[in-house]
């Protein structure tokens, strides 16, 4: 009886020992046929990435761009120069040239940019060029409303300075991700003027400060990326005075677009690292006095507006590509 009870006892513990290793191939196989499952390409959708790579190619398909609005004043050259770069940037889906002088541009400069917009335009685009003509002498004017204008992003830029395409694209790529925010290569920022100890009176600071510190809170539009729709809210919603201000005093039109972004966000800008190519002569911040007006210009936005809109950051945004040191 003893032999008889351990015989089945080891039969019946072998048993359990066969099917647990049973269980263990069959899982196993199973893994495999998972793996090789979710490999393949034509059965990817079991897993569900049939829609991230959809999301994949979307991304990948010509996008709708951005608008080149460019401020110029009597430089042809640097006219010239600047739209011959930037025609070549794949992302530029139209150019918007500023023009307040006091004669229209000549038929030989039309024909000059409309060849090299052309000639330069890459992979069958058609970029459209047009001249905004404004009667008055305003630096308003880089802000009018573009009526029909196809592109959200707008690429704010002066005529004397260069970025490469490269850098432009990044830029255009952040402010895609952040389309409310203003986003741009040149920094500047204000603090509390805590020598005269009012909480309410502010003191602009220029690029030493922000290197220094590290924190910012505008984006002058020499150079920035942002929705068209401030064009809008510039010429139709900001106080008039604020805008009668700047064509009277002919400064601060980029410190008035700044304020105006965040007061209507009531979020920070943000600063993307480019290196800066300056083909012109210097402008109006080489002129004495110049931070005093800038500073003049914060507090008299502020009080119009009631508060203080502006959001100081430390953000900035680097392409890793091409950063030595994250």
């Not at 009018?144 to 260069?162: C, G, N, P």
């Not at 008299?300 to 680097?318: E, I, Q």
Request: charged share 20%; net charge positive.
């Amino acid at each position: 009886m003893r032999t008889s009870l351990f015989s089945r006892r080891t039969i019946r513990q072998g048993a359990v020992t066969a099917v647990g290793s049973a269980k263990m191939k069959l899982l196993l196989a199973c893994c495999i046929v998972f793996t090789v499952i979710a490999l393949a390409g034509p059965t990817a959708s079991f897993l569900g990435w049939e829609q991230l790579d959809a999301s994949l190619h979307r991304s990948s398909l010509p996008r709708k761009g951005y608008a080149l609005l460019i401020n110029t004043w009597k430089r042809n050259d640097l006219l010239k120069q600047s739209i011959s770069h930037y025609a070549s940037c794949p992302g530029l889906d139209s150019v918007h040239i500023v023009w307040s002088e006091p004669n229209p541009p000549s038929e030989s400069l039309i024909n000059f940019l409309n060849h090299v917009v052309k000639s330069n335009s890459k992979n069958g685009r058609s970029i459209e060029l047009k001249f905004d003509i404004n009667k008055e002498d305003s630096l308003n004017n880089r802000f009018k409303e573009i009526k029909d204008l196809k592109s959200d992003a707008v690429f704010s830029i002066d005529d004397d300075i260069i970025f490469p395409c490269s850098t432009v694209e990044f830029a255009y790529n952040v402010w895609q991700s952040a389309p409310d925010a203003m986003v741009g290569f040149v920094p500047r920022v204000h603090w509390v003027n805590i020598v005269k100890g009012h909480t309410d009176e502010y003191v602009y600071s220029g690029w030493w400060s922000v290197w220094w510190t590290g924190t910012y809170s505008m984006i002058l539009s020499k150079a920035s990326f942002f929705h068209k729709k401030y064009l809008s809210m510039y010429t139709y919603e900001m106080p008039s005075s604020i805008r009668e201000y700047v064509t009277k005093n002919r400064n601060c039109e980029d410190i008035a677009m700044s304020f105006l972004v965040a007061n209507a966000t009531g979020a920070p800008p943000i600063w993307v690292k480019g290196k800066i190519y300056e083909i012109g002569s210097t402008g109006i911040s080489s002129l004495g006095g110049h931070s005093n007006r800038r500073t003049h210009c914060v507090n008299w936005f502020a009080a119009v507006y009631g508060r203080m809109p502006l959001v100081s950051t430390s953000l900035k945004a680097v392409d890793s590509r091409y950063s030595w040191f994250w």
